[in-house]
């Protein structure tokens, strides 16, 4: 099912319907991660090809928001079944495309189906509503209000690199459950697993125009297609750059931003430290720290500093460091040479000035080693700087106060972890938290995908997850009866 979707290895963009090769036959080579082989030529679409996808998903959103929810509802669920089928060419694609290992590249595709079913059960709940004025002050029990869900039209979706197939279909399909149309611009680096996504609905019976793609660098062609007069709302996962550079140029199209974090582990006097050592590291290091929801810091009490770290130090030699395609591996190679720079830049920044390298500090071409750090202190940039790598900075801490202080300087605000025994102290320390989501005696984390998920300060605007979506790129419309 996937042979239409490429030539000679030269993959086509869906519009309006059909697979279409680059008119100007301009295309970019997509290099695997691993070993710099090539996965696929992707083509350089030019803006006349963009302005034609974004006039054909205007045309096809007027006759898609038509159709019922149960029609779009099954869709759905055929769409979900078609995925879970060819877990295999997926889990192939990812792992040549973005390098991660196969274990993980299952458990995203499988996490993607559930979230595709569990959009379509959750649409139908969402129909309309009916409201009578009786009962605001002054109550006029004359007026009945008639309140549906309306499609929002046109969303781009937007989505990057390291969940090439969650972050794209955890935007498609609330958005098309609700009646709009989604035109997808894939990360460069994962858009060939995006076009095999994209072919997963077609196959279920997405009609044309309601799902097209747009490939090409976000560098090139992102400016112009964020102001394009044809789009209705922006769906962006990213980095916290992109998602400002957004907002500056898209003028008044409403936006969800998932953007950057630095998410603390704070971990107090009284916690299970065998416990946390667990899940601090693997919050740390799985796919090599390229999650917005890896632990990024750990701010520790002073009184079990000394003993965090050796449990830590002991933990991490557990991370394991390859190739995923020998095997399933933590540790990963980053997803370019650019990412490794910087995630070396941070270390050698903290040891200048003086931090010391617990465990790590290795580098073999973009495999950067689990990176342990201690003494870090707040001149340092992996003290606040979101590494997308596997390094892991503690800083010691002498009070709550202070541990939540710390915390809140970040210009992020994704998710934090506490720590503690204390149901009371986590729930205070919770409260005082800027963050979109607090994790009690858990690692940082996105799932369940049904939970609203949402960052504030720079790690984003709006609220993701199933319901909260479909919310967000919908309005209520209301036709008030007066009789
Ligand atoms: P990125 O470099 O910001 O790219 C994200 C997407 O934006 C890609 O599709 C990219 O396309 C596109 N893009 C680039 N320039 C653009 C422009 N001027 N206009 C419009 N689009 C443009 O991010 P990434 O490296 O793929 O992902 C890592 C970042 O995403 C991290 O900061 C991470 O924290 C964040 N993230 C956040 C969440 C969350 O839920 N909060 C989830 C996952 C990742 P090209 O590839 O063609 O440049
Ligand atoms: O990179 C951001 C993802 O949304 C994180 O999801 O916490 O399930 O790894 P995760």
């Given at each position: 099912?996937?042979?239409?979707?490429?030539?000679?290895?030269?993959?086509?963009?869906?519009?309006?319907?059909?697979?279409?090769?680059?008119?100007?036959n301009d295309y970019i080579e997509i290099k695997s991660v691993l070993d710099n082989s090539t996965v696929g030529f992707v083509p350089t679409m030019s803006q006349k090809e963009v302005d034609n996808v974004l006039e054909n998903a205007k045309v096809a959103q007027k006759q898609w928001r038509e159709t019922s929810i149960d029609e779009r509802a099954n869709l759905l669920y055929k769409a979900a079944e078609i995925l879970e089928k060819n877990v295999g060419v997926f889990v192939d694609s990812m792992i040549h495309e973005i390098g991660k290992d196969k274990k993980s590249c299952k458990s995203e595709v499988l996490r993607t189906a559930d979230f595709i079913r569990y959009t379509a059960d959750t649409v139908r709940t969402m129909s309309s509503e009916c409201l009578v004025g009786d009962g605001f002050y002054g109550g006029n029990p004359k007026k009945t209000g008639i309140i549906k869900r309306e499609p929002l039209g046109v969303v781009l979706a937007i989505s990057p690199f390291n969940y090439p197939i969650n972050l794209a279909a955890s935007k498609i399909a609330p958005a098309i459950a609700i009646g709009n149309s989604v035109v997808l611009k894939s990360s460069t680096?994962?858009?060939i697993c995006g076009l095999h996504l994209v072919r997963v609905f077609e196959e279920a019976g997405v009609p044309k125009g309601v799902i097209q793609t747009v490939t090409g660098k976000g560098s090139e062609i992102g400016d112009y297609i964020v102001a394009h007069k044809n789009i209705d709302f922006i769906n962006f996962t990213g980095s916290t750059d992109i998602g400002k550079r957004i907002t500056s140029k898209c003028g008044m199209i409403p936006v969800i931003l998932e953007l950057g974090g630095k998410d603390a582990g704070i971990v107090l006097e009284d916690a299970d430290l065998d416990h946390t050592a667990n899940q601090i590291i693997g919050g740390a290091f799985s796919y090599s720290g390229q999650r917005c929801t890896a632990i990024k810091r750990v701010l520790v009490m002073e009184e079990v500093h000394d003993i965090l770290v050796e449990k830590l130090l002991n933990k991490i030699k557990d991370v394991t460091v390859g190739n995923p395609l020998n095997g399933d591996f933590d540790v990963v190679p980053l997803i370019n040479d650019k990412s490794a720079d910087f995630v070396m830049g941070l270390i050698n920044?903290?040891?200048?000035?003086?931090?010391?390298?617990?465990y790590g500090d290795k580098r073999e071409g973009n495999?950067?080693?689990?990176t342990l750090i201690k003494d870090v202190t707040l001149d340092m940039n992996v003290a606040w700087e979101e590494p997308f790598g596997p390094v892991l900075p503690i800083i010691k801490v002498k009070s709550y106060e202070e541990a939540i202080e710390i915390a809140n300087k970040s210009e992020y605000g994704l998710q934090s972890s506490v720590f503690t025994k204390d149901i009371n102290k986590a729930l205070n320390i919770a409260d005082k938290l800027e963050v979109g989501t607090v994790q009690i005696n858990n690692k940082t984390e996105r799932g369940p995908d049904s939970f609203p998920f949402l960052g504030v300060k720079n790690s984003g605007i709006g609220v993701q997850g199933v319901k909260y979506s479909v919310e967000a790129m919908s309005r209520p419309k209301v036709t008030v009866l007066n009789i």
């Amino acid at each position: 099912m996937f042979e239409i979707i490429k030539e000679n290895n030269k993959y086509k963009n869906l519009v309006n319907g059909s697979w279409i090769a680059s008119e100007s036959n301009d295309y970019i080579e997509i290099k695997s991660v691993l070993d710099n082989s090539t996965v696929g030529f992707v083509p350089t679409m030019s803006q006349k090809e963009v302005d034609n996808v974004l006039e054909n998903a205007k045309v096809a959103q007027k006759q898609w928001r038509e159709t019922s929810i149960d029609e779009r509802a099954n869709l759905l669920y055929k769409a979900a079944e078609i995925l879970e089928k060819n877990v295999g060419v997926f889990v192939d694609s990812m792992i040549h495309e973005i390098g991660k290992d196969k274990k993980s590249c299952k458990s995203e595709v499988l996490r993607t189906a559930d979230f595709i079913r569990y959009t379509a059960d959750t649409v139908r709940t969402m129909s309309s509503e009916c409201l009578v004025g009786d009962g605001f002050y002054g109550g006029n029990p004359k007026k009945t209000g008639i309140i549906k869900r309306e499609p929002l039209g046109v969303v781009l979706a937007i989505s990057p690199f390291n969940y090439p197939i969650n972050l794209a279909a955890s935007k498609i399909a609330p958005a098309i459950a609700i009646g709009n149309s989604v035109v997808l611009k894939s990360s460069t680096q994962g858009s060939i697993c995006g076009l095999h996504l994209v072919r997963v609905f077609e196959e279920a019976g997405v009609p044309k125009g309601v799902i097209q793609t747009v490939t090409g660098k976000g560098s090139e062609i992102g400016d112009y297609i964020v102001a394009h007069k044809n789009i209705d709302f922006i769906n962006f996962t990213g980095s916290t750059d992109i998602g400002k550079r957004i907002t500056s140029k898209c003028g008044m199209i409403p936006v969800i931003l998932e953007l950057g974090g630095k998410d603390a582990g704070i971990v107090l006097e009284d916690a299970d430290l065998d416990h946390t050592a667990n899940q601090i590291i693997g919050g740390a290091f799985s796919y090599s720290g390229q999650r917005c929801t890896a632990i990024k810091r750990v701010l520790v009490m002073e009184e079990v500093h000394d003993i965090l770290v050796e449990k830590l130090l002991n933990k991490i030699k557990d991370v394991t460091v390859g190739n995923p395609l020998n095997g399933d591996f933590d540790v990963v190679p980053l997803i370019n040479d650019k990412s490794a720079d910087f995630v070396m830049g941070l270390i050698n920044d903290a040891k200048d000035k003086g931090a010391t390298i617990l465990y790590g500090d290795k580098r073999e071409g973009n495999l950067i080693y689990p990176t342990l750090i201690k003494d870090v202190t707040l001149d340092m940039n992996v003290a606040w700087e979101e590494p997308f790598g596997p390094v892991l900075p503690i800083i010691k801490v002498k009070s709550y106060e202070e541990a939540i202080e710390i915390a809140n300087k970040s210009e992020y605000g994704l998710q934090s972890s506490v720590f503690t025994k204390d149901i009371n102290k986590a729930l205070n320390i919770a409260d005082k938290l800027e963050v979109g989501t607090v994790q009690i005696n858990n690692k940082t984390e996105r799932g369940p995908d049904s939970f609203p998920f949402l960052g504030v300060k720079n790690s984003g605007i709006g609220v993701q997850g199933v319901k909260y979506s479909v919310e967000a790129m919908s309005r209520p419309k209301v036709t008030v009866l007066n009789i």
